[in-house]
């Protein structure tokens, strides 16, 4: 099987397109598309300008699309720049893991708002349950009520002394 740049030069040469007529139809640098038909991939700053590109080109020559990117890849895996990374980690399936995609799924505005919405009812509910509880905990509640019967006149306090 030939390489992607070959398949793209041939395509291009079939559809009797130039160089220029690629790039302006695809917006993409007319130096860009050489390196490109030249398999030159050191051109490209990262592999997603590469595969982009690619896509771009394959698409506009009516190439198999999913073919030529497969292709891409195991080239683009040959080359020591462009190679894919190894992951980080291991992929991790735990609770936790779960708990904090779930989390980071969450809308906070709506969040936010039926927490205060939350917040709101119970303040309202505590303070009706102490409005009734102190209504009925007076503290003169149980004591019959007074008669008043007026001081006599030889019945007063005494004034404080002042020393």
Not at 10 to 25: F, G, I
Not at 74 to 103: A, C, I, Y
């Amino acid at each position: 099987m030939s390489t992607v740049a070959e398949q793209l030069r041939s395509a291009r040469e079939a559809r009797k397109l130039t160089v220029y007529q690629v790039a302006e139809t695809t917006k993409i640098r007319t130096d860009h598309i050489r390196a490109l038909e030249e398999g030159n991939y050191e051109m490209f700053s990262a592999p997603i300008y590469i595969r982009g590109s690619v896509k771009n080109c394959a698409t506009l020559l009516k190439l198999d699309v999913p073919a030529v990117m497969a292709a891409l890849n195991v080239e683009l895996g040959q080359t020591e720049k462009f190679k894919e990374p190894p992951p980080f980690t291991e992929e991790s399936n735990t609770v936790v893991d779960r708990l904090m995609f779930l989390l980071a799924r969450l809308n906070w505005k709506i969040g936010l708002a039926g927490g205060v919405a939350l917040g709101i009812v119970l303040i309202v509910a505590l303070a009706g349950f102490a409005w009734r509880h102190h209504k009925h905990s007076h503290p003169l509640a149980g004591l019959p009520p007074a008669v008043y019967q007026p001081a006599s006149s030889s019945e007063t306090l005494p004034l404080p002394s002042h020393h």
